[in-house]
């Protein structure tokens, strides 16, 4: 999986590859990986405007 560099204050880069979304976050430089992840939920994240907003209220919702 190639990350992608964003334009997020929270977020530096994210990635997808089967099925499995995977997030670089600015400061700490943590990589979470988000299993079994739809593809058409990342490109909509992906189409975000805002990716940090998205992945509070759309993808960590959905992990413990």
Request: no cysteine.
């Given at each position: 999986?190639?990350?992608?560099k964003v334009k997020?204050?929270?977020?530096?880069?994210?990635?997808?590859e089967d099925g499995?979304?995977?997030?670089?976050?600015?400061?700490?430089?943590?990589?979470?990986?988000?299993?079994?992840?739809?593809?058409?939920?990342?490109?909509?994240?992906?189409?975000a405007k805002s990716?940090?907003?998205?992945?509070?209220?759309?993808?960590?919702?959905?992990?413990?």
């Open positions: 999986m190639k990350p992608k997020s204050s929270n977020i530096k880069t994210i990635g997808y499995v979304l995977s997030i670089e976050y600015r400061g700490t430089g943590e990589v979470w990986n988000y299993p079994d992840y739809a593809e058409t939920d990342y490109k909509k994240l992906m189409r990716k940090g907003k998205f992945v509070e209220t759309e993808v960590k919702p959905l992990y413990d």
